[in-house]
């Protein structure tokens, strides 16, 4: 995990489902861009984001955003589309608005 603690910055419990999705999207997201550049990469706008807005307020902002992250593409070019920002946006749909579970299921549609 990164640096910085979750637990700490996210807003959410870590005994919350949706917290634990999260976390298992950033760790997975941190270790493809290691593998990628051959060297220890955080993905510091992530953190950055997540000490600003919290778990929720991160992924309502990039379900809602006009381009997906970086992280969308990576996970969807390894095959993970599941553990991208937007897929959790839909699997806790009664959590976000309805216009960003809208926004989140049409990125997962284009991505797939």
């Known amino acids: 995990m990164s640096k910085l603690d979750l637990k700490t910055i996210g ?3 870590p005994d919350d489902p ?3 999705d999260f ?3 950033l760790v997975h997201y941190e270790t ?3 593998k990628k550049n051959g060297r220890r990469t955080r ?3 992530t953190w950055g984001k997540l000490k600003r807005k919290g778990i929720i307020g991160c992924l309502e902002d990039w379900a809602l955003s006009s381009k997906p992250t970086d992280a969308f593409y ?3 070019e390894n095959g993970e589309p599941e553990l991208t920002a937007e897929a959790i946006v ?3 749909a009664d ?3 309805v216009a960003a579970v809208a926004a989140a299921k049409q990125k997962l549609n284009y991505g797939a």
């Open 11 to 13: 807003g959410l419990q």
């Open 18 to 20: 949706l917290y634990r």
């Open 23 to 25: 976390e298992n999207m």
């Open 32 to 34: 493809l861009l290691t």
């Open 43 to 45: 993905a510091s706008r």
């Open 74 to 76: 990576v996970l969807i």
């Open 90 to 92: 839909v699997r806790y």
């Open 95 to 97: 959590r976000f608005p």
